[in-house]
């Protein structure tokens, strides 16, 4: 008789058990289906926020050209003679509107790579140092106007490397146009080094630096708000937001070293 009030006790104590463990699974089943639902809504969000955020970057574009010439055609003084004061004034508006430009097709090349329809379908070997130098040639104007130099290191012991080569100029133009809009006097360097199975190429500058708190979220999109650019025109807070994405689809990587008052230098990888 003993025995059978220990089986019955073990038994009400495994259907207990059971009954706790269906009452789990039914609540896991629930929050499944309501995780699911979530997820949907943030689809739907995300995809309202893409066509929102292409459909307004396209649309601008014939505006600001309409308006960029109207400016230029008063700025001639083909429609009358203008004081001094009236041309810096439209010289002020035309920066701000070629700016606005410069933004929307930021954001129309940030929003392709987000959504996957920039992803480079003409990579070819290449010869990356052919390519920096190139670069190179066509931005040393641009840094001499601000008192800088250019210069390079190129490892001679690189192979071809397998890019979209205009995708890789545009990320070596936005680090070289961040290094000499944050560098006062000195040089900007361009490197590149051969390690293992990749080539790490880095473009250094002796600038102000990056605070230790900026860091973690240098590569966000508009994480500082707009920059400055070399020339002194304002950036779009999307340059170094769309070179990690470039880099991430070569199947690299991309990241900064900086200490205050000792300049920054970036690095990116590229598989060989």
Request: hydrophobic residues 35%.
């Amino acid at each position: 008789m003993e025995k059978t009030k220990k089986e019955q006790m073990a038994l009400a104590g495994i259907s207990d058990r059971v009954e706790k463990v269906r009452q789990l699974a039914s609540y896991l089943d629930d929050l499944s289906d309501e995780l699911e639902r979530a997820q949907q809504e943030v689809e739907r969000i995300m995809d309202e926020k893409s066509f929102f955020v292409s459909m307004a970057a396209h649309e601008l574009k014939a505006p600001l050209a309409v308006i960029k010439e109207g400016i230029n055609v008063v700025l001639q003084q083909k429609v009358g003679v203008l004081t001094n004061k009236q041309k810096r004034f439209l010289g002020m508006a035309k920066q701000s509107v070629e700016r606005l430009g410069r933004m929307s097709l930021s954001l129309l090349n940030y929003q392709k790579l987000v959504e996957g329809k920039s992803k480079s379908k003409r990579k070819k070997k290449s010869d990356l140092n052919k390519t920096i130098g190139k670069v190179i040639d066509n931005m040393r104007k641009v840094a001499n106007k601000e008192g800088l130099g250019l210069e390079k290191k190129l490892d001679n012991r690189l192979p071809d490397v397998k890019i979209d080569r205009d995708q890789i100029i545009q990320v070596l133009v936005n680090l070289v146009n961040n290094a000499i809009a944050h560098t006062k006097k000195g040089c900007v360097y361009i490197t590149t080094e051969k390690r293992g199975k990749k080539v790490v190429v880095a473009v250094k500058d002796s600038g102000k630096g990056i605070r230790r708190k900026d860091l973690p979220k240098i590569f966000k999109p508009f994480a500082g708000g707009p920059t400055k650019a070399a020339g002194g025109r304002k950036g779009t807070g999307l340059g170094l937001a769309i070179c990690k994405m470039i880099v991430k689809g070569h199947g690299g990587e991309i990241w900064v070293e900086s200490e205050r008052g000792k300049g920054s230098t970036f690095f990116f990888s590229l598989p060989l």
